[in-house]
Structures are given as structure tokens and as C-alpha cells.
């Protein structure tokens, strides 16, 4: 293992504006298409399900989709796997610390045993060691299915609570029609950008220092990722929107799985590499953790909020320890 170069310096740089792009990418994205979708006559309700959920995730899909394109399958699937797992432990974690999560919202119950199944829906796809054009497909063909369910389940909900959370998290398209696209086309290019560089910042910083690849996925670019649904839940938890808060993780985490690991598999098959089942095994782990505590009473408790920090803690631990 190599110390810090200059080189090494500069590739930070190019690490922290990766992320930043990715950051403000998504931001303007979600910013754009959550105004196109209310002028196209969505609810706020429905345009958070399903329109925030994917823009949250949007950076998770230009990091995979780029990893992939450049044989870093190790990089797409530890990006994923890592950053559901950061979902729940870090995201909720923080949130609830808070301030106590209370979930109203049927939908948002139902996508917890949603969550669980594509979960080990990835890990069955994953034995052979790759996920195929085929599996690819397969996922989008369930994304599609999930999209239509929380579309009519979100027209259905009749929680006032909840209505009012969502109205707040979609504000008011009052600007031209074009602003909004040009904000989201940006965002988009921002995105593309942002993964690009951080991509290959990742792969440097990992073959400067000996790490796995998967290892980096995992941890920094899985984090780095997470970051717009961390904003989006803390802000949530903070005005007391639990729906938003534990919605946001939930939809991206479905999302992952579904949109982002099942295009990039489409666009090009990804190998599992250095990606080990204990990393599965733990993203399983945490998704299975998420039933009994939503399902006590529907409340996401400071107590709990630690003991999912506590458990990542320990997970990051064991990655450093087996770097």
C-alpha cells in the first residue's frame, strides 16, 4: 500500500466533485421532473412514490450504468449493495435520531416485505456469479410492475396526514414549463458528469492503495450516492414527515435493485467480482431488520435509530478489517 502523491491528490479533487455533481444532479432532476409531473396532473402523493424515489436513486444508476460500461461490475453491484444498506442503517438511523419515525402511509408498510423479497430476488439472480441481460430484464419488467401498484395505491391513499407530508415535499410548479425540463436535463448531464469522474477517481484510489474495488463501491461511492436521500429524510424527519422519511429510503432502495441494477445488467451483464456474499448478506440483513421495527406500532424510535447506526458501524468495521 502506497502513501498520499500528489496524483493521489488530485484524484481526490476529482472525487469530490464526482459527488457533487452527483449530488446537484440529482437535486435538479428531481426539482424538474416532480414540476413537469404536477403540470402533467400527478399528485404530490404519487409524484413522491415514484418520481423522487427514482431521481433519489438517479446517481446510484449513472455510477452502476458507468461502472458497468467500463467492465467495473464489482463497482455497479457494491454501489448498490452498499448504498441499500447505508439506506436503512445510516439514512434511518440518522433520521430517527432526530426525531422518532411514525408511518401512516399503507403503501409505504407494503413496500417493506417488497423491499425484503427483491432483496433475496438479487442474491438468487447473483449465484451464478453474474447478472445477465436476462435478469437485467427481468428486474425492469418488476420496476414496471412496482411503478403501476405504487401509482394506484398512492391514488388510492386517503390519509389526510400523509396527503398533506407529500403536498409539502412537491412544491408548486409556478415557473415556465421550460425551466423545469432545462433544470432536468441539466440534472441529467450533471449526473453523467459527475459519475463519470467518479468512477474513475474510484478505480485510481483503489488500485493505488491495493483495495478490492468492491470495497470502494461499498463505502465511499455507496455513501457519496446516498447522499440526496440522506437530505431528503433528514429534512423529513425534522417536520415530523415520517411517511417521507421512511417512503424515500424504502422507494430508492426498491429502485436499486429494480432500475438501476436491472438496466445496467440489461445495457451490459455484471460480474460479481470481488463483491462477497457477507455484503449481501448483511443488505439482506438490514432488510429483513426493517419489518419488526416498522412493524412496532409503526414507529421508528431514537433507541432503534441507534441500534441501525450501531449494527453499520460494525459492518464498516468488518469491511476495514478485511480490506
Sequence with gaps: MRGVTPVMIVTGLQLVAGLTL????????????????????????????????F????????????????????????NVIGSNIAN??????????????????????????????????LCALLWNGVLGRVEGAGLVLALVTYVVYSVRAARAETNAIVTAEYADLVPAAVRPLWHYALLAVVGLALLVTGANLLVDASVEIARHFGL?????????IAVGTSLPELAT??????????????????????????????????????????????????????????????????????????????????YLGWLVANA
Design 22 to 53: 452527483l449530488y446537484f444532479g440529482a437535486e435538479w432532476l428531481v426539482r424538474g421532473a416532480s414540476a413537469l409531473g404536477l403540470r402533467l396532473g400527478l399528485t404530490p402523493l404519487v409524484i413522491g412514490l415514484t418520481v423522487v424515489a
Design 55 to 78: 431521481g433519489t436513486s438517479a446517481p446510484e444508476l449513472a455510477v452502476s450504468l458507468e461502472a458497468g460500461l467500463a467492465g467495473r461490475g464489482a463497482i455497479a453491484l457494491g
Design 88 to 121: 436503512i442503517a445510516l439514512i434511518l438511523g440518522i433520521a430517527a435520531l432526530v426525531r422518532p419515525l411514525s408511518v401512516q402511509a399503507q403503501v409505504i408498510r407494503i413496500e417493506v416485505p417488497l423491499m425484503i423479497g427483491a432483496s433475496l430476488l
Design 212 to 220: 478490492r474495488e468492491a470495497l470502494i463501491g461499498l463505502t465511499i
Design 233 to 314: 429524510s433528514a429534512v423529513a424527519s425534522r417536520r415530523g414527515e415520517g411517511d417521507i422519511a421512511v417512503g424515500n429510503v424504502l422507494g430508492s432502495n426498491l429502485f436499486n435493485i429494480l432500475c438501476v441494477l436491472g438496466l445496467a445488467a440489461f445495457v451490459v451483464p455484471l460480474a460479481v467480482g470481488d463483491v462477497s456474499w457477507v455484503d449481501l448478506g448483511v443488505m439482506v440483513g438490514f432488510a429483513l431488520v426493517a419489518l419488526p421495527v416498522l412493524r412496532s406500532g409503526f414507529v421508528i424510535s431514537r433507541i432503534e435509530g441507534a441500534l441501525l447506526l450501531t449494527g453499520y458501524a460494525v
